[in-house]
Each structure stands twice: as structure tokens, then as C-alpha cells.
């Protein structure tokens, strides 16, 4: 039996029908309730039969269109991915944000440190919140910066725009002066190209 399909099944043993476990191109996913999270977080770490020591990585995702298709369910998600040293095993660690309007999940700050950044980062750039972060304030944008710009619906040429003016002496800010183009390239070929 291979590492990560006994660590599927372990984790099926372990947390029964509070976790959903997939295993998929040798990966394994578990998907939890918000309610569970913390909880199912701290055993990970804890329990010698996963050990899970390490956090790699917390993404944001938006599920507004997955699949090229509205997705029905809750919107945002964030995924952890999670490292044992001791077992030479991955986890990637994956729960929802009930509330699509005001998308909050409790922050594993206690659980694993190294989470700091990664969870500032999903807060600046999608808008989810973390309950229980120290320093849950924007990290890559601008402080005056209006929205989450990796969320779908936020426009690709932003809301505003900065420039220098030379009168004022100071940068400012202004409404996008951009003109919406077709980023579709036209493919121009004979009527019986690539035929064989």
C-alpha cells in the first residue's frame, strides 16, 4: 500500500464523517467544516499517527466560476498544505467560508505560526478573514486600496488608477481612464489548414 493511500485511509479512520478524503494523482485532500477546522488542525500537528510538524502553504480560492460554470455552494475556501517530516507524507488541508459576503475562518496562528503571512495574503488578495489573527492587515496592495483583486468578479483593469501630477506635486489617485479592448487574438489561416 502506498504512503498516501495509508494516510487516506488513517484519516478516514480517524475523523470518520467529519472529513471528506480524496485522493487524487497520488495527492491526498481533505476537505472540513468550518466548525471542525481548528480542532481537526490541532490533531494533525499533534497526533503521532499523522505528525503533520510543517505548514508549506495556505492558498485563497475563489469558487465564483469553476469549471467554466457557476459553482453552487459556498464561494471562498482556503487550502493548507500541509508536510510530516516524520512520516514523509503531504496533506492538503481544504475548508470553506460559509457567509460568500462576509467570508471568515478561525486562523491556525496557534497551531502553526508560518501561517502569518499566508493568511494576510489570503485576506488582502481575496477577503477572507481570520479570526484570532494579531496582524490580519493588507499585505501586497496599497493601504488605500479598494477591494480584493483576486477575487472573479474584480475588474482586470482595476477601479483606479495612479499617476505623478506635476501641479499638486503628489501622486494621485483617479478613475480608470482605460479603455476596455478585446484581449482575443484573431487567427487569420487558409480554409484548409491543417488538413493532412
Do not use: C
Not at 165 to 191: C, F, H, L, S, W
Amino acid at each position: 500500500m502506498k504512503r498516501t493511500e495509508a494516510l487516506a485511509q488513517r484519516l478516514r479512520n480517524r475523523f470518520g464523517d467529519q472529513v471528506v478524503v480524496q485522493e487524487h494523482h497520488g495527492e491526498v485532500t481533505m476537505t472540513v467544516d468550518k466548525e471542525n477546522y481548528l480542532a481537526i488542525a490541532q490533531t494533525l500537528r499533534d497526533d503521532p499517527d499523522f505528525a503533520f510538524e510543517q505548514l508549506i502553504d495556505l492558498s485563497g480560492i475563489d469558487y465564483a466560476t469553476y469549471a467554466n460554470r457557476p459553482w453552487v455552494g459556498p464561494r471562498f475556501a482556503v487550502a493548507v498544505h500541509l508536510l510530516s517530516l516524520t512520516h514523509n507524507v503531504r496533506l492538503r488541508l481544504k475548508t470553506f467560508a460559509v457567509d460568500d459576503d462576509w467570508p471568515t475562518l478561525p486562523s491556525l496562528i496557534e497551531i502553526w505560526p508560518s501561517v502569518d503571512w499566508y493568511e494576510r495574503e489570503a485576506f488582502d488578495l481575496f477577503g477572507i478573514l481570520f479570526e484570532g489573527h494579531p496582524d490580519l492587515r493588507r499585505i501586497l496592495t496599497d493601504y488605500g486600496f479598494v477591494g480584493h483583486p483576486l477575487r472573479k468578479d474584480f475588474p482586470v483593469t482595476g477601479h483606479v488608477e495612479m499617476r505623478y501630477d506635476p501641479e499638486k506635486g503628489r501622486v494621485v489617485y483617479q478613475p480608470v481612464t482605460i479603455e476596455p479592448r478585446e484581449n482575443t487574438p484573431r487567427i487569420v489561416r487558409e480554409a484548409n489548414y491543417g488538413d493532412v
